[in-house]
Nanobody, 124 residues
Framework: QVQLVESGGDMVQAGGSLRLSCAASGRSFSSYGMGWFRQAPGQEREIAATISWSGGTTYYADSVKGRFTISRDNAKNTVYLQMNSLKPEDTAVYYC?????????????????WGQGTQVTVSS
């Protein structure tokens, strides 16, 4: 069983920055692929960024590429999402997810544990 707890969501103005954190339980965190997903009202949950077990490989959705950075600290069982140059269209609930059966994936279906989400609101 893996528990994920997100933090860092807030309301910011366009152009601002936020850093999301996701603390994970479990002794095998360093073997999991991890990801950040987001869901805006009335829309499907979509991938924002993913990171491999070692942190050596990352993936970003085109909509966030160049503005968001995903990273992880395996010693702290934590994954981060640094979000810069935020836009109103980034407004969503952001979810942290773990893919425990693979060390790296961009397939949402392979993420088997999810956090409760943290709200990010960007005003214009």
């Amino acid at each position: 069983q893996v528990q994920l707890v997100e933090s860092g969501g807030d309301m910011v103005q366009a152009g601002g920055s936020l850093r999301l954190s996701c603390a994970a339980s479990g002794r095998s965190f360093s073997s999991y692929g991890m990801g950040w997903f987001r869901q805006a009202p009335g829309q499907e949950r979509e991938i924002a960024a993913t990171i491999s077990w070692s942190g050596g490989t990352t993936y970003y959705a085109d909509s966030v590429k160049g503005r968001f950075t995903i990273s992880r600290d395996n010693a702290k069982n934590t994954v981060y999402l640094q979000m810069n140059s935020l836009k109103p269209e980034d407004t969503a609930v952001y979810y942290c997810a773990a893919a425990t059966r693979t060390g790296w994936t961009t397939l949402k279906a392979l993420y088997d544990y999810w956090g409760q989400g943290t709200q990010v609101t960007v005003s214009s």
